[in-house]
């Protein structure tokens, strides 16, 4: 049975780094993508970043670009969300999930969601 396991999470200072880790049950080639997003206390989910299991071909959010960076180890079966330079409205609870968009571009849409973890905390705040 496909299950995602997130951790990594923390509390952090405003600027400093913290490298989040999704762990998959199983190949690869058994889901379409990995999507991270994150959902913070009285606010929506949202999208942060997504890799794609055929090419390792990824995308993120214009929230997140030139701070956070998406990467798999495919040997670990793992994804990893490489969060830079945060910020206190990085605050959220992270969670993964693969995901079945009909296009990649689609790839954080909420709609295409398909297994997912309980999440991790990540806390910024000086």
């Known amino acids: 049975q496909l299950q995602v396991v997130e951790s990594g999470g923390g509390l952090v200072q405003p600027g400093e780094s913290l490298r989040l880790s999704c762990a998959a049950s199983?190949?690869?080639?058994?889901?379409?993508?990995i999507v991270w997003f994150r959902q913070a206390p009285g606010k929506e989910r949202e999208g942060v970043s997504c890799?794609?299991?055929?090419?390792?071909?990824?995308y993120l959010a214009d929230s997140v670009k030139g701070r956070f960076t998406i990467s798999r180890d495919s040997a670990k079966n793992t994804v990893y969300l490489q969060m830079d330079s945060l910020k206190p409205e990085d605050t959220a609870v992270y969670h993964c999930?693969?995901?079945?968009?009909?296009?990649?571009?689609?790839?954080?849409?909420?709609?295409?969601?398909?297994?997912w973890g309980r999440g991790t905390l990540v806390t910024v705040s000086s």
């Open positions: 999930a693969t995901a079945a968009p009909p296009l990649f571009r689609l790839c954080l849409d909420p709609r295409y969601l398909e297994i």
């Open positions: 199983v190949l690869s080639s058994d889901y379409y993508a």
């Open positions: 890799i794609r299991s055929s090419d390792g071909d990824t």
